[in-house]
């Protein structure tokens, strides 16, 4: 086995996307793209995204997110440009027979090679049911194929 493997934890960095996004079908957020937080990619070349979210779905209906990533010269998001879609709206969850909460990740990978220094994610959930479903989500960045090794050990 590759000695990095065994230390894998040493070699990526977390960052704080967005926490605690509230919304409720036909309401607040719903459909509504959310802009999570600009993260210094400086020394990394990939990032995985990884959304948690817990939904209260009714009986069939359905939690479908969107995303894209963002790239800016600095951590105010000067020049921002989409650098390409992540996901397309895609059903990540539906509600069980009779309805029911349900959680789940989506992770999204990305190759950061030709980006500008300062990359965010965009997400769009979407609730099919109107005025009933509510769901809860949040985004972290997982950034690794850095310059320099280990990369952990610091708070950020």
Not at 25 to 43: I, P, T
Not at 69 to 91: C, E, I, K, N
Request: glycine letters at 12%; hydrophobic letters at 45%; aromatic letters at 6%.
């Amino acid at each position: 086995m590759h000695a990095s493997m065994q230390n894998a934890a040493a070699l990526i960095a977390a960052r704080h996307g967005v926490a605690g996004v509230d919304v409720t079908a036909g309401g607040a957020g719903d459909n509504a793209e959310v802009n999570c937080a600009w993260a210094d990619r400086r020394g990394f070349t990939s990032l995985k995204a990884v959304v948690t979210y817990t939904a209260t779905l009714a009986a069939a209906a359905t939690l479908t997110f969107a995303a894209n990533l963002q790239d800016a010269s600095d951590s105010s998001g000067a020049g921002a440009d989409d650098y390409g879609p992540a996901l397309p709206a895609t059903v990540v969850a539906t509600g069980p027979g009779g309805g029911g909460t349900v959680t789940g990740v989506v992770e999204l990978d990305f190759d950061l090679s030709g980006t500008n220094r300062y990359v965010r994610l965009q997400v769009t959930p979407n609730l099919s049911a109107a005025n009933t479903d509510v769901c809860e989500f949040g985004v972290t960045y997982i950034l690794a194929g850095a310059t320099e090794n280990p990369v952990s050990g610091t708070l950020v």
